[in-house]
T-cell receptor, first 113, second 115 residues
Framework: AQSVSQHNHHVILSEAASLELGCNYS??????LFWYVQYPGQHLQLLLK??????LVKGIKGFEAEFIKSKFSFNLRKPSVQWSDTAEYFC???????????FGKGNQVVVIP | DVKVTQSSRYLVKRTGEKVFLECVQD?????MFWYRQDPGLGLRLIYF???????EKGDIPEGYSVSREKKERFSLILESASTNQTSMYLC??????????????FGSGTQLSVL
């Protein structure tokens, strides 16, 4: 079964700083990769996803993620964060053809104005 | 707009009680899921269903069961609630393409406290 690792559970940074959240998965076959975000008091929602093609994917609100197959990684980045990016971020992976989505433990990101 | 509705936002139950958590989606989705979310542990899959009356165990099914009698409704049942089942429970649904091809739509969650 696939599993996901996210490091640095709590991240605190100032507005305009750059953000990078690491995500590593363990599965040797073809995978589909996702980042979900949960803003305070809101539902989980999809930030971006990778299925195939260009390994650099762009999502909503200026976020992007890069799939590096050789490193089993799918790191999330944003060049300049805003206070409104305060949220919990979850990386998720599913094996191709599988209907199970495995989530990481999440990164709690706090952006200080 | 797409909607996944969980019947209760907050629930307090006593140890040993039978607990029902209800989830209804209005999108005619085939696939429905129950996760629990705990601080520092992320989301863990309890059960999922890919059709009416069909169910599969997730990663942590012990102490839970589910029921899917109608396409739009997926119920999570705690047969005898225990304190270690205190958690946030999230319901989600996704159409035919499944989690690999489509995004999950989540409900707002039920915060269950077992005393």
């Amino acid at each position: 079964a696939q599993s996901v690792s996210q490091h640095n559970h709590h991240v605190i940074l100032s507005e305009a700083a750059s953000l990078e959240l690491g995500c590593n998965y363990s599965y040797g076959g073809t995978v589909n990769l996702f980042w979900y975000v949960q803003y305070p008091g809101q539902h989980l929602q999809l930030l971006l996803k990778y299925f195939s093609g260009d390994p650099l994917v762009k999502g909503i609100k200026g976020f992007e993620a890069e799939f590096i197959k050789s490193k089993f990684s799918f790191n999330l980045r944003k060049p300049s964060v805003q206070w409104s990016d305060t949220a919990e971020y979850f990386c998720a992976v599913t094996a191709y053809g599988n209907n199970r989505l495995a989530f990481g433990k999440g990164n709690q990101v706090v952006v200080i104005p | 707009d797409v909607k996944v509705t969980q019947s209760s936002r907050y629930l307090v139950k006593r140890t040993g009680e039978k607990v029902f958590l209800e989830c209804v989606q209005d999108m005619d989705h085939e696939n429905m899921f129950w996760y629990r979310q705990d601080p520092g542990l992320g989301l863990r899959l309890i059960y999922f269903s890919y059709d009416v009356k069909m169910k599969e165990k997730g990663d942590i099914p012990e102490g839970y069961s589910v029921s899917r009698e109608k396409k739009e409704r997926f119920s999570l049942i705690l047969e005898s609630a225990s304190t270690n089942q205190t958690s946030m429970y999230l319901c989600a649904s996704v159409p035919t393409g499944g989690v690999g091809n489509e995004k999950l739509f989540f409900g707002s969650g039920t915060q269950l406290s077992v005393l």
